[in-house]
């Protein structure tokens, strides 16, 4: 008399468990690709660019203070030239952007193949700086 019929009948199966628990599951991919991923990716990009730093880089610090690098003093820290004859030793962590990169010096051997290669390239050229038959 008390008891529902409701009570009983059988439950459902699994097939309408895993549909509840489906926009679950969707919800988290979707944080996923837009929340995480992006933030995973933009703190990839910042830890390369600070290993990447080298003398001459032009960086803007956490405390809005633009200047040049003069020297790495180690991994955690470098030299800032703000001003004239006015330089900050910083921590590299406060870095937030590079302005302007400066180009790789060439080494001492790098020149001597450089100027080998030219000399190379002048002696496949005659006299008057036209090629020679066969060069």
Not at 26 to 46: D, H, S
Not at 112 to 117: F, I, W
Request: glycine share 10%.
């Amino acid at each position: 008399m008390f008891i529902s019929p409701a009570y009983a009948q059988g439950f459902g199966g699994n097939s309408d468990a895993l549909l509840n628990f489906l926009p679950i599951v969707l919800i988290i991919v979707v944080m996923y690709f837009l929340l995480m991923r992006p933030q995973q990716q933009k703190a990839k990009q910042l830890r390369e660019m600070l290993a990447a730093l080298r003398r001459g880089d032009r960086v803007v610090t956490g405390g809005g203070i633009i200047g040049t690098i003069a020297k790495v003093v180690n991994d955690e820290e470098v030299l800032v030239e703000i001003a004239d004859n006015v330089r900050v030793r910083i921590a590299r962590s406060t870095i937030t952007s590079v302005l302007a990169k400066t180009e790789p010096v060439a080494a001492k051997g790098d020149k001597k193949d450089e100027k080998s290669e030219k000399a190379a390239q002048n002696s496949d050229k005659g006299d008057d700086g036209r090629r020679t038959a066969g060069g």
